[in-house]
């Protein structure tokens, strides 16, 4: 894909489109063939675009919507009443193959049904999924889906997700034969509920998935796996956790080496250490949550990413729309339930 074009929601998140801007430039500076197209009140974006360099203003272009999704509306209310706003216009940029992909840190629940609605799903899906990697020992990383697009999953719909988290880290991460476990209660066959037991069976039976069996919540961050599956509820949680933790545990170094002059020299010693781990466990470098299973490309960013955040999110949707994720996808569903029904 010689030249690509990304849809941005720009009144997506906490902090409005002053967060995005920064983003916007470094994106088109690092990715040559790159365009965007900016959603959202044209008089805010022109703007900011006057300010910018004629060979950055070139690769831009404007789409003026006059509504936003608030992070209070309904997901049903934003899909009836804000046919105009800036999200619901950059799926429709996608479905319409005018942009290769859409960036939205917007209201997750309307984005989620926006999307559904607007781009549909691929042949063989019935629910998207949301995933995204989080660290693991060894320098490692893992795709843990979905993170809470589908709170109830039956055993196909999770089926559908091995298979979608599968394409990613073949294509994304350029894993051969990715290891593809489920999230249970104990790695023993006799643990779990009735869901789980049916999927890892779906999972054992099927020769296009290297299926390694159960990995427990601690096994997440083991690197046994390069992907885990589980239902929205639990991912979620389990996403949030590691989030959670990750600045706890900054923050209760920050705090220790604060208490007297002796530990403060040691956090002075160590600074090198506790930059290194920092950079390697910061949460904004993973951000950007991949809506998968549907016709097209979405990413999902955190409500309160930084800029920085923001464009991890965009060079996602970037590496995706260049992999072809969505095709990839369809064709490894196909192929999958095909071989089911031999």
Not at 80 to 100: F, G, I, P
Not at 128 to 140: C, D, E, H, R, Y
Request: net charge neutral.
């Amino acid at each position: 894909m010689s030249h690509l074009t990304i849809a941005l929601d720009m009144m997506g998140g906490d902090h409005g489109p002053h967060i995005i801007f920064p983003a916007v430039s470094k994106a088109l500076q690092e990715t040559p063939t790159l365009n965007i197209i900016l959603c959202g009140p044209q008089a805010l974006m022109l703007e900011w675009l006057d300010k910018q360099l004629p060979e950055i203003q070139k690769r831009i272009q404007i789409s003026n919507c006059s509504q936003e999704v608030l992070m209070s509306d309904s997901p049903s209310h934003a899909l009836r009443h804000k046919k105009d706003s800036s999200m619901r216009r950059a799926l429709e940029l996608v479905q319409d193959e005018q942009a290769d992909a859409c960036v939205s840190a917007g209201n997750t629940g309307a984005l989620l049904t926006m999307a559904f609605y607007v781009l549909k799903t691929l042949p063989g899906v019935d629910r998207p999924a949301l995933v995204s990697q989080i660290p693991t020992k060894n320098n490692g990383k893992v795709y843990l889906l979905d993170l809470g697009a589908n709170i109830n999953c039956d055993s196909e719909v999770l089926f559908q997700y091995a298979v979608m988290g599968s394409v990613l880290a073949e294509q994304m991460s350029n894993i051969k034969q990715p290891r593809v476990a489920l999230l249970n209660v104990g790695v023993e066959e006799i643990k779990g509920n009735d869901q789980v037991k049916q999927t890892a069976r779906l999972l054992i039976d099927s020769k296009s998935l290297n299926y390694i069996g159960y990995v427990e919540g601690h096994g997440i961050f083991s690197n046994d796996a390069d992907v885990i599956v589980t239902d929205g509820f639990v991912g979620n949680i389990a996403l949030k956790s590691w989030e959670g933790l990750s600045k706890f545990l900054f923050e209760e170094i920050k705090r220790v080496s604060r208490q007297n002059w002796y530990f403060s020299l040691l956090a002075k010693i160590a600074v090198p250490i506790f930059h290194r781990l920092y950079l390697r466990m910061k949460p904004d470098q993973y951000n950007g949550a991949s809506l998968v299973g549907l016709r097209g490309i979405v990413v999902k960013s955190h409500g309160n990413a930084s800029s920085e955040a923001f464009l991890y999110a965009i060079r996602k949707s970037i590496q995706e729309a260049q992999m072809q994720v969505p095709k990839k996808i369809k064709d490894k569903i196909e192929a999958a339930l095909m071989e089911r029904h031999e």
